[in-house]
């Protein structure tokens, strides 16, 4: 049976522990496909990493170029969040991975890139061996309530928040 992780909150490690759930399926030589929304910088380890990891690990990312903030999300952030989940729904069909993240899909349904609705249908059709991963702050409770395991991610303590606290510069 397939289980849904959802992994939300303000915290820093969201999508670092997605990729821990990878890296273990890809140690068991199982399928893991990442895809992200709102993200578009190639220069990030998770992308980086993807020849090394090949045929096992896959990545695609779904984001304009350039950090807008999230109240300059447009239609054409809409668009790239809606060909992700389209994407999403053709990669489950063609590769059955074993892992499917959806990284910052919670971001995306908070902007309102998405719908719940549409977003629960998918879960509703994924193959039940398939695990999936939710990622991003603000995880709506209808999420909360479809997953298996919800982990909210809370900063203790975080190095960029003694830049101002302490005056430290890295």
């Given amino acids: 049976m397939g ?4 992994y939300t909150g303000t915290g820093a490690g969201k999508t670092t522990n997605a990729l821990g759930l990878a890296l ?20 990030m380890g998770e992308y980086k990493v ?11 990312q779904f984001g304009r170029k350039g950090w807008h903030g999230l109240s300059n999300l447009g ?3 809409k668009k790239l969040a809606e060909k992700a989940l389209k994407f999403a729904e053709k ?6 991975p074993h892992l499917l993240v959806l990284d910052e899909i919670n971001l995306a349904l908070h902007c309102k890139l ?6 629960l249908e998918f879960l509703d059709k994924i193959p039940k061996r398939t695990d999936v991963v939710l990622t991003g702050r603000y995880a709506p409770k209808e999420l909360i309530d479809r997953a298996e395991f919800v982990n909210e991610i809370v900063d203790i303590k975080h190095p960029a928040e003694m830049v101002t606290t302490k005056g430290i510069q890295f």
Avoid: C, T
Wanted: no cysteine; aromatic share 16%; proline share 2%.
């Fill in 75 to 77: 239609e054409e952030d």
């Fill in 24 to 43: 273990r399926s890809i140690g068991h030589k199982h399928k893991v496909v990442i895809i992200q929304f709102l993200k578009w910088w190639k220069n």
């Fill in 50 to 60: 993807k020849k090394m990891l090949a045929p096992y690990y896959e990545i695609y």
């Fill in 3 to 6: 289980y849904i992780y959802l």
């Fill in 91 to 96: 990669i489950v069909k063609e590769k059955k």
């Fill in 114 to 119: 998405l719908s719940v609705e549409e977003v």
